[in-house]
């Protein structure tokens, strides 16, 4: 792809999975994975200790931003080789 096919919202393949822009600036995109992904949640249990929860999650809420729930990701111009639009059927 082509730094010009992307706009915000623009979703897109790449080797490691399907990813949503969510900015374009102007050498670079940014975007974020729309793969499950590893959470992590602490919370206090009513003892005061401290408990660490690790999950997978597909939950759409982590996606709805800015700013995400999950990381957002730069891909420069060299990245942009290895992309690929989603067709209408993905």
């Known amino acids: 792809m082509k730094h010009s096919d992307f706009q915000i919202g623009t979703e897109f393949f790449t080797a490691s999975g399907k990813w949503r822009c ?34 997978i999650s597909d939950d759409p809420r982590d996606l709805n931003g800015s700013p995400y729930g999950v990381a957002e990701y730069v891909f420069d111009e060299c990245d942009l080789e290895g992309c690929s639009i989603c067709d209408l059927f993905s």
């Open 22 to 55: 969510t900015d374009v600036g102007s050498r670079v995109i940014v975007a974020i994975s729309l793969e499950p992904k590893e959470m992590v949640r602490l919370s206090t249990d009513p003892s005061g200790k401290q408990v660490k929860e690790t999950f």
